[in-house]
């Protein structure tokens, strides 16, 4: 048998630049160490890596879903964006589209709201497990004349989108991943 004598001294060492080898080699692996992670030094041979999280990019838009359907395991939907406007800004976007009301010297938009889609682009969207999703009472009984938000399943949003073909919604989205769904009452 042989026998070796290593110091405490020289494990810390070997240990710290095993770390330093594992850290480099990950990231030039994986391209990460100039953006995700920060080595720092503490008390000569410790050393601790600090990864940091990518920021969570959150977004509300309001626009037409027009299909809900599963493919590969997920849940997607389609979507145009368009600006929902009322007021004084509808009244204006009316004007210059030759679509606004006139009555007794005054402008006006029939409902008091306007939809300007200047985009046709549609978009795709995967949609959470977990999304919370609220839809309009009448698109799920046509007879009741509800215009409240109800809570909906996955299965009832897919079969409610393939029977309207356009349903005006507000979608929240975190990293592109639509995590919330709220129909929005037009007259």
């Avoid at 095993?18 to 008390?43: D, N």
């Avoid at 959150?58 to 007021?87: A, C, P």
């Amino acid at each position: 048998f042989m026998s070796f004598n290593l110091n405490k001294t020289k494990v810390r060492v070997i240990i710290a630049l095993a770390m330093i080898v594992f850290v480099v080699i990950l990231g030039l692996t994986v391209r990460i160490i100039p953006k995700t992670l920060s080595i720092k030094e503490i008390s000569g041979s410790r050393m601790q890596v600090f990864v940091k999280p990518k920021p969570i990019v959150k977004s509300k838009q309001i626009g037409y879903i027009s299909k809900v359907y599963k493919e590969g395991g997920k849940i997607y939907l389609r979507f145009d964006d368009v600006k929902f406007l009322t007021g004084n800004a509808a009244i204006e976007a009316t004007k210059k589209n030759g679509a606004a009301g006139y009555e007794n010297g005054e402008y006006f938009v029939y409902n008091d709201y306007y939809i300007v889609n200047s985009s046709k682009e549609i978009k795709r969207y995967v949609v959470a497990d977990n999304a919370s999703i609220n839809l309009i009472g009448w698109w799920m009984d046509s007879v009741s004349g509800d215009i409240n938000n109800h809570s909906v399943s996955h299965e009832k949003f897919k079969s409610i989108s393939s029977k309207y073909g356009n349903m005006l919604c507000y979608i929240y989205t975190e990293n592109n991943v639509v995590v919330k769904v709220a129909g929005q009452y037009t007259p």
